[in-house]
């Protein structure tokens, strides 16, 4: 295997391997916890990334569960009774490169692994 090759096998392997360990979490922890909402809101894992989502209801369910969530609606269509910890205005970067390399006047892509 040439080196290149390698570290595309190792990366596969690690997402293979978060993947199975995210199901098991999953079943072990937070789907006991969907099955039986809890009266009052469990406390976030902060190990958890988390999740968005534009939908009221998944946002009560996954809060519930413990999941920290952020909720991406329109400030006019978030119910009076949702406890909002934080609001947060997205914001768009303005200082990324979009622009291909080039050297010379010649387009040269970095190699893709």
């Known amino acids: ?5 390698l570290v595309v096998f190792i990366a ?3 997402c293979t391997l978060l ?3 995210t199901v098991l979490q999953f ?6 916890l969907l099955n039986t909402l809890p009266s ?3 406390l976030a894992n902060p190990n958890w990334m988390g999740c968005f989502t534009n939908n009221t209801q ?3 369910v996954l809060y519930f569960a413990g ?3 952020w909720l991406v609606h329109r400030e006019e269509f978030i119910p009076p009774t949702m406890n909002i910890i934080q609001p947060v205005h ?4 303005d200082h990324i490169v979009k622009t291909v390399y080039m050297e010379n006047g010649v387009v040269k892509p970095f190699p893709a692994i």
Not at 90 to 93: F, K, M, R, V
């Open 19 to 21: 993947d199975i360990y």
């Open 40 to 42: 009052r809101p469990v």
């Open 12 to 14: 596969q392997l690690q």
């Open 90 to 93: 997205l914001t768009y970067p």
């Open 1 to 5: 295997l040439v080196f290149r090759d």
């Open 58 to 60: 998944v946002c009560k």
């Open 27 to 32: 079943v072990k922890i937070l789907y006991p």
């Open 67 to 69: 999941v920290p969530v």
